[in-house]
């Protein structure tokens, strides 16, 4: 059944109850796995996933050739059966999680001090046991509180969140409005990018657009994502300071 574009307007809610410049409940929680090196859960929405980092290990000597001076970021992204409405696992060679997995590993890549570590990988695995809109950004946030946790130098946090327009690219409403943070549901009617900052500013590290959109209506879809990304920096940055008061409290007791 389409949304009805009718009720976005600035004034009133959404459909799950929110403004258009709401985020949705945010959960956070590091060093979940005890077995791993650095590991995450988060909650977007309803959107779950768990994070896991090994590394930075040796690589391994395959042959003669050369290794690499900086670590390489090697991702993995795997869906739980019942993460979609549709009970379906996911091969390795689907095309979609193999785009995400390059998107998050260039993403870090950039971002990691990775020359600090060479001949070395550093794995990234991503677990989705629920799928309710801005997975990618999900999986960009959980990665961070993960890496954190794992003690991997890098220059600052990644935030990210999407964004998208009340109005399709063939429509000439004049009056659409930007939306932050979008469902599942958003995401199916509606055009949508999904925007990642680096910091508290407004450096843009991943910017995916996959629908197509009026190019007037872009740059207050760009402004949203990135306010949204600053409100989500500050969420990592007060779960990481909130769990490294637990580790001093403990410590001292």
Not at 42 to 55: D, F
Not at 69 to 78: F, Q, S, T, Y
Not at 90 to 114: C, I, P
């Amino acid at each position: 059944m389409p949304l009805d574009a009718s009720t976005y307007t600035l004034a009133l809610l959404r459909l799950d109850g929110r403004r258009w410049n709401e985020l949705r409940r945010m959960h956070a929680q590091i060093s979940t796995q005890a077995a791993a090196d650095g590991s995450s859960y988060l909650e977007m929405g309803n959107t779950k996933v768990i994070c896991t980092v090994a590394g930075p290990a040796e690589q391994r000597r395959i042959g003669a050739g050369g290794q690499r001076l900086e670590a390489d970021v090697v991702v993995e992204i795997n869906f739980a059966g019942f993460s979609g409405l549709e009970r379906k696992r996911r091969g390795r060679s689907d095309k979609r999680t193999a785009e995400m997995q390059h998107t998050v590993a260039r993403a870090f890549a950039s971002t990691l001090f990775t020359h600090l570590y060479p001949h070395s990988t550093i794995q990234i695995t991503l677990h989705i046991l629920a799928q309710d809109g801005s997975l990618l950004a999900a999986c960009l946030n959980a990665a961070t509180l993960a890496l954190i946790d794992a003690g991997i130098p890098m220059s600052d946090y990644v935030a990210a969140c999407t964004a998208g327009s009340t109005a399709s690219y063939s429509s000439n409403d004049k009056v659409a409005d930007p939306l932050l943070d979008l469902n599942n549901q958003e995401e199916q009617e509606l055009p949508f990018l999904t925007i990642g900052t680096l910091g508290a500013g407004d450096k843009v590290a991943v910017c995916v657009m996959e629908t197509r959109i009026q190019i007037a209506r872009l740059e207050s879809m760009l402004a949203v994502g990135v306010d949204g990304c600053k409100q989500i920096r500050s969420i990592l940055d007060g779960v990481v300071r909130a769990h490294g008061k637990r580790m001093l409290e403990q410590g001292m007791t």
